[in-house]
């Protein structure tokens, strides 16, 4: 199997609080993990690429100092959203990719985030 | 510029018959395809894949199809289920060593009637 956990499922918490969101791969190691960003209606927008070990890489138009990403392990990835504002609520879906070469990326459930 | 474009927002089907879900690309670099199925509130789930090389790719119910040239692919589900109702996501990627990121389409959502 490939099992990626996402906690938490749901969060809200008052403007300019900082939100850490853990992603984790159960059952097979991943050294490249993903963050995106999903909006009502639309697609999965990648927000940016977490290697283990080293920086993540982030997409055009994502703050990195807002998003603060850490890939501490094979299998943990956190996103923090730091000093966050209601325009910040969205849902955030992590997803790990088991190996190299043609392989699927495997998603978390997801986290749902209202700042209020 | 929308890179992966699935034109169709809904479709609905009824139980046993086939679903067909439509997926365009405009980049010539993506090389490797992917379907996935979502529900509300929950992450993508991985369905079936397909490697540029191929034109089929078949997994119990699913198929994907491939057209390079058409720089097209579908999905096929037959027979179609009422637990099959999801937003489908087309997925694809280029290749070039590390660079695993995927591009996604908005997403068709498929309504199976009993």
């Known amino acids: 199997g490939a099992v990626v956990s996402q906690h938490p499922s749901w969060v809200i918490c008052k403007s300019g609080t900082s939100v850490k969101i853990e992603c984790r791969s159960l059952d097979f190691q991943a050294t490249t993990m993903f963050w995106y960003r999903q909006f009502p209606k639309q697609s999965l927008m990648l927000m940016a690429t977490?290697?283990?070990?080293?920086?993540?890489?982030?997409e055009q138009g994502v703050e990195k100092d807002k998003f603060l990403i850490n890939h501490a392990s094979l299998t943990l990835s956190t996103l923090t959203v730091t000093s966050a504002h209601p325009e910040d609520s969205s849902f955030y879906i992590c997803?790990?990719?088991?190996?190299?070469?043609?392989?699927?990326?495997?998603f978390g459930d997801g986290t749902r985030l209202s700042i209020l | 510029d929308q890179q992966v474009k699935q034109n169709s927002p809904s479709l609905s089907v009824q139980e046993g018959r086939i679903s067909i879900l439509n997926c365009d690309y405009t980049n010539s670099m993506f090389d490797y395809f992917l379907w996935y199925k979502k529900y509300p509130a929950e992450g993508p789930t991985f369905l079936i894949s397909i490697s540029s090389i191929k034109d089929k790719n078949e997994d119990g119910r699913f198929t994907v199809f491939l057209n390079k040239s058409a720089k097209h692919l579908s999905l096929h589900i037959v027979p179609s289920q009422p637990g099959d109702s999801a937003v489908y996501f087309c997925?694809?990627?280029?290749?070039?060593?590390?660079?695993?990121?995927?591009?996604f389409g908005k997403g068709t959502l498929l309504t199976v009637n009993p």
């Open positions: 977490s290697n283990e070990g080293s920086k993540a890489t982030y």
């Open positions: 997803s790990a990719q088991k190996g190299n070469g043609n392989q699927p990326q495997h």
């Open positions: 997925a694809a990627r280029g290749s070039g060593g590390s660079n695993y990121k995927l591009t």
